[in-house]
């Protein structure tokens, strides 16, 4: 079974940016939809940004249209979350998630990673 693992949150400052790693162990992504999420304090968990592995579509929520890029990397089986542009609002821990397919829902998840912006 495929395990997310994430890496490269932190702190940085309003206007920086920030590249999220999701790396899969224990198989590949080849069929699956990878996606990021976030979660901020009492909020509720938010899709951000999707890529089908096999064709590279993406998706976007219009909240990071224009800041948030993502990508894969097939030889190192890792999806990206490139982020610039940070605001305060971005503050949270962002998750990546696989879906076997399209239409199907997310039910691999990583741990998850702090991303916290400071103004």
């Known amino acids: 079974q495929v395990q997310l693992v994430e890496s490269g949150g932190g702190l940085v400052q309003a206007g920086g940016f920030l590249r999220l790693s999701c790396a899969a162990s224990?198989?590949?992504?080849?069929?699956?939809?990878v996606g990021w999420f976030r979660q901020a304090p009492g909020k509720e968990r938010e899709f951000l940004i999707g890529?089908?592995?096999?064709?590279?579509?993406?998706s976007y929520a219009d909240s990071v249209k224009g800041r948030f890029t993502i990508s894969r990397d097939n030889a190192k089986n890792t999806v990206y979350l490139q982020m610039n542009s940070l605001k305060p609002d971005d503050t949270a821990v962002y998750y990546c998630?696989?879906?076997?397919?399209?239409?199907?829902?997310?039910?691999?998840w990583g741990q998850g990673t702090q991303v916290t912006v400071s103004s």
């Open positions: 998630a696989g879906a076997p397919g399209p239409g199907a829902e997310y039910d691999t």
């Open positions: 224990g198989g590949t992504f080849s069929s699956y939809i």
């Open positions: 890529i089908r592995w096999s064709s590279g579509l993406t």
